[in-house]
């Protein structure tokens, strides 16, 4: 795999009258409408917060400033990797995309393990849920639409990861043995998800460390067993021979790819702005 620097050639994607290759005039026409969608979703939630119900939930007593700023700033490091990960495949260097790709994946994953954590700590301890206050009502509805854009994004990265394998000879199958390693990428990474969330959950309910770590293996044993296995899997699938049908020519769909990342990034640093960082500003 070399590592070249050149112009890259979109003529496997043609270009329209703008200049732009199709692929990525097509992002940005369905990001401009994800654009407007998030823009009133957000401009609900500040609309409401405006005037907010007599008897309502304190949002000071309910969000957690310092975990909510370490998934954003996880996040803004998966730009980075994603970034990074644009740059390799533009260079031809098609191992260090794959790392980067999977860096993006891991924080990504990262991001929505702990907004799962925040919803379930805000549903059963703060008492908070979509239906019993209006804040519950937008603040669900707006995070949880960016949550789902975040795990869509995964999805998307985990095929272009694998994607990346399929063998350059045309004769040889793929199609079945990728899918089995998209399902094993994925099993792995909820696996690893659930057991992250349950050592959160022992530290917090156990006295001691020690006791939390006994917990933790009691109760995420087949978790963190399943985990360790779809790895195996995994470096056995990473071992590929021979050329792949993956490279340069690919840029724009990894692009492509990086243009819905990096909006779903930014979008997250305005509701950031918006429904957190504002409560502690009044």
């Known amino acids: 795999m070399s590592s070249h620097a050149g112009t890259i050639d979109h003529h496997h994607d043609p270009s329209t009258s ?17 654009c407007m969608f998030f823009a009133t979703l957000i401009s609900s939630h500040l609309i409401y917060r405006l005037h907010p119900p007599a008897g309502g939930l304190d ?9 909510t700023s370490f998934s954003t700033f996880i996040l803004l490091m998966s730009s980075l990797m994603m970034a990074l990960a644009v740059t390799a495949i533009q260079k031809n260097n098609v191992k260090s995309c794959r790392w980067s790709l999977l860096a993006t994946i891991l924080f990504g ?3 929505l393990g702990c907004q799962v954590y925040e919803f379930q700590h805000f549903v059963v301890e703060k008492k908070m849920t979509l239906s019993n206050s209006l804040l519950g009502t937008t603040f669900y509805t707006l995070t949880g639409t960016h949550g789902c854009h975040v795990a869509i994004g995964v999805l998307w990265l ?5 994607r990346s394998f399929k063998p350059a000879a045309s004769d040889r199958p793929w199609f ?10 994925l099993a792995a990474l909820l696996l690893s998800l659930k057991a992250t ?8 309910v156990e006295p001691s460390f020690g006791a939390a770590i006994g917990h933790f293996f009691k109760a995420e044993f087949l978790a ?3 985990t360790l296995v779809s790895i195996g899997i995994l470096v056995g699938f990473a071992r590929t021979s021979g050329a792949v049908d993956f490279n340069e020519k690919h840029a724009i769909d990894v692009e492509s ?6 909006f779903v990034d930014i979008v997250w640093i305005v509701i950031f702005t918006a429904v957190y960082l504002l409560e502690y500003l009044k």
């Not at 703008?18 to 994800?34: E, H, Q, R, V, Y």
């Not at 949002?59 to 975990?67: A, G, T």
Request: hydrophobic content about 55%.
């Open 257 to 262: 790819m990086g243009l819905y990342w990096h």
């Open 158 to 162: 985990c095929l272009m990861y694998v």
């Open 197 to 204: 969330l349950g050592l959160v959950h022992a530290l917090q």
């Open 176 to 185: 079945g043995k990728n899918l089995i390693h998209v399902a094993v990428l």
């Open 224 to 226: 963190v067993a399943g």
């Open 59 to 67: 949002p000071k007593s309910i969000f957690s400033l310092e975990l």
């Open 109 to 111: 994953m990262i991001f």
């Open 18 to 34: 703008t200049g732009i290759p199709n692929k990525k005039l097509i992002m940005w026409a369905f990001l401009a409408s994800d």
